[in-house]
């Protein structure tokens, strides 16, 4: 019998991830040359730290930001070459008012201080018909490089490294980053109730300390009510039997059109349901029960029947290729799907598999969790 693996794909995300929303240039000039380098930091040509070393540590920083800007509003200018800015750092005393100062230190402090390795950063574009990139810090604040663009010849500018996680139609944004992003801010920490939706976007399945997430994305143009129907029908279903089999200890398990009618009181999960074309729905909950319907729901659309027979001989490896060797989630989150499978049996499994094969069909539903079978 072949095997059948099952990757989770669920990013575990620590309690202190940020997300920052970073302007790329003014008037997004950058954009291009930010996210297809996959790179992001201030415009802020020769600024001319040193890498490695904590900016408390740089000499003359405020004296570095005026340069930089002088330097920058000459490029701007052109180059004349009767106007070019001196070289040494203690010709900048002075220069500069303070509070066009202080925000320009706020933000060299952000990037090359604050932002840590694993925060994410939003770079939005100009236009609504192009997405905003959102990428994930690699290295910390002081791993930052040189980066040359042709507006700054020869006086490079100071980035940091991101690989890219996800792209988001600007116009998908939340309508309070859209407010931050017309106003002239270089670097700005988003709110902590803001970031749920930037890491289900971009991850799908995701987990934080005290919560599980998964999130099913629609692709079909039209999502009926008996889409509705069936896919919360399956929800409630898995639900049920976690809440029975995880959370109560028990051996019992109930069929599809028995659970419709239980009730999981405070242990349901919350939805949220996004409707268009593409669209999704989001499934939170402080226990494992979305990661559970993740891999349910990605076994009955793909192998049916079959996954009754395979988890009896042990023939289903459950992993998360997103997680470091040995996550306990991991593991238990694989202990509880098989224990209901094998419980649900050729009696139960088949009839709640074809309620999830017929709103993967219609409404084009997936899940980020992916099936493989290995002979």
């Not at 242990?267 to 593409?278: F, G, H, K, R, V």
């Not at 649900?344 to 539903?365: F, I």
Request: glycine share 8%; aromatic share 8%; with cysteine.
């Amino acid at each position: 019998m072949p095997t059948i693996e099952v990757d989770l794909r669920t990013k575990v995300l620590p309690q202190t991830t940020n997300v920052y929303v970073g302007r790329p240039g003014k008037e997004y000039r950058l954009y291009h040359q930010f996210t297809e380098g996959h790179v992001i930091g201030p415009e802020l040509p020769g600024l001319d730290l040193q890498p490695g070393v904590p900016l408390a540590q740089q000499t003359l920083m405020d004296n570095r930001i005026r340069r930089s800007v002088r330097l920058r509003n000459w490029h701007g200018r052109g180059r004349p070459e009767d106007d070019v800015p001196p070289t040494a750092l203690e010709a900048y005393n002075g220069h500069l008012a303070a509070n066009a100062l202080g925000q320009y230190r706020s933000v060299v402090t952000g990037y090359f201080e604050r932002v840590n390795a694993g925060d994410l950063v939003i770079i939005p574009p100009q236009s609504f018909s192009q997405d905003a990139v959102v990428g994930e810090f690699i290295g910390g604040p002081t791993d930052f490089e040189s980066f040359n663009i042709p507006r700054y010849v020869g006086h490079p500018l100071l980035v940091r490294r991101f690989r890219t996680v996800g792209r988001i139609p600007k116009p998908k944004l939340n309508a309070r980053i859209l407010d931050l992003i017309t106003k002239p801010n270089m670097l700005v920490l988003l709110e902590r109730q803001l970031r749920s939706e930037i890491y289900s976007a971009v991850y799908g399945n995701y987990t934080t300390a005290d919560s599980f997430n998964t999130r099913l994305e629609v692709a079909a143009r039209e999502f009926t009510t008996d889409d509705d129907f069936n896919i919360k029908l399956f929800i409630k279903f898995v639900t049920q039997n976690t809440i029975k089999t995880s959370i109560n200890g028990e051996d019992e398990v109930f069929g599809i059109k028995v659970t419709a009618f239980e009730d999981a009181g405070d242990l349901a999960p919350d939805l949220q349901m996004n409707i268009n074309s593409p669209g999704f729905i989001g499934i939170s909950s402080k226990f494992l029960i979305p990661s559970v319907i993740s891999v349910l729901f990605a076994l009955a659309v793909l192998h049916g029947a079959d996954v009754v027979h395979a988890a009896e001989a042990g023939k289903i490896l459950i992993g998360n290729s997103s997680a470091p060797a040995g996550d306990a989630c991991t593991a238990e989150i694989a202990e509880v799907a098989l224990k209901q499978i094998k419980l649900l049996g050729l009696d139960k499994w088949p009839e709640a598999c074809e309620y999830a094969r017929k709103v993967a069909e219609h409404a084009q539903m997936t899940t980020s969790t992916r099936v493989v079978q290995k002979p």
